[in-house]
């Protein structure tokens, strides 16, 4: 276990390390983060869908199962909160977002690539597709408070038309200019350190006043991301890396965008900017032991 924690610990010390470059900045330089979510979310967010969606090649019949894996394994934590807010008489509205999107790209995609190799990503794709859907389609719909004229953002987003253009593209096999895609990927490079360090910004303005409601969230992301994977697993009958990867991203920590999305529709921003911090650092401990158990 000790030799998995450390490997661990080289992969996700970057992002951490990039992520108090973010802290350290707001603290001491500058504690506006409003052009940076901005620059984020119209601009590198939209490339960085395109650059995974459109290139993404996937086949075998396995990946419908894994697909339909992470479709519930997104749901059920977020109606596992829905019960448990509503017997606290509780009514949030962002926190649902870290609840029920795990981090399916900064964290998984490297360990992934480390512990099983390329012929792993496919099955990772399909966690980051439905999160990426999810987030931009249902997550704004939560955020909105299901009004009318907040479900009509959806359509406000960049990368929601991106990315039905990314998958149209890619499933027509329609050849787009090569500067098009250049200039994504230049983009898509920049996006995974800029997402990390506004959730740095974020952090250096979080109020302890949210630490309770975070650690409930916490825990339902962690125990039922987990028992819903194991659900998938029996249910779809996965084996071998398929199996493993469903389990593996069942117990990813919430997604770093979310808490973009949050501060730009001022839903929680900060309780689940704390959330997922405290998410992240479980996941260092959590994520060595869930390799060490799939052997």
Known sequence: MASNLIHV??????????????????????????????????????????????????????????????????????????????????????????????????????????????????????????????????????????????????????????????????????????????SAHLLAQATIPMVLMALGIQLSQVKITGLKLSLIAVAIRFIGGALTGVFCVWLFQLEGLAYKVVILESVMPCAVITSLVAEKYRAQPEVVASTIFISTLLAIIIIPCTLILLG
């Open 9 to 182: 610990l080289q992969i996700v010390s970057p992002a951490f390390l990039i992520i108090a470059l973010g802290y350290g900045f707001s603290r001491f330089i500058q504690n506006s983060n409003e052009a940076l979510i901005k620059i984020t979310m119209g601009i590198l967010v939209p490339a960085f869908a395109w650059e995974h969606l459109y290139r993404m090649k996937l086949e075998g019949s396995v990946i419908t199962d894994v697909l339909l894996s992470s479709v519930i394994i997104m749901l059920v934590p977020g109606l596992i909160a829905w019960g448990v807010f509503r017997l606290k008489r509780i009514s949030p509205r962002g926190i649902y977002l870290p609840i029920m999107f795990m981090n399916s790209v900064n964290l998984p995609f490297p360990i992934l690539l480390a512990a099983y190799g390329e012929s792993a990503i496919p099955f990772a794709l399909m966690f980051y597709l439905t999160a990426f859907l999810g987030i931009f389609t249902l997550g704004l719909v939560i955020v909105s408070g299901g009004k009318e004229k907040g479900i009509l953002q959806v359509f406000r987003e960049p990368v929601v038309y991106v990315v039905l253009c990314a998958l149209l593209f890619n499933w027509g096999d329609i050849e787009v200019p090569m500067f098009i895609n250049n």
